[in-house]
């Protein structure tokens, strides 16, 4: 997967929906796992929200994998410097 140009929150959001789907999970389905909204959902796989640590174990707790799978790949660009 190359993630060039994406910002680190592309890049994660995007590794989120790819995991949700790869599981057949809805994102109402992970919010309501979570305890939020769908739209954060939405926004979180647009790239559209700065996570705290403690939201991406969260995250990967309720998709059945781990933070740093998440994490995987996920790199600082020039954007985000």
Do not use: H
Not at 25 to 39: C, D, I, N, R, V
Not at 51 to 63: D, G, K, S
């Amino acid at each position: 997967m190359s993630f060039n140009f994406m910002t680190v929150e592309e890049q994660l959001g995007l590794k989120i929906k790819e995991k949700r789907l790869a599981i057949r999970m809805s994102q109402f389905a992970l919010a309501e796992k979570m305890g939020t909204e769908q739209t954060y959902i939405s926004k979180i796989e647009a790239g559209k929200k700065k996570l705290q640590v403690a939201t991406v174990v969260r995250i990967a707790l309720a998709l059945g994998t781990t933070a740093s799978t998440l994490l995987d790949g996920v790199a600082l660009s020039a954007d985000d410097e």
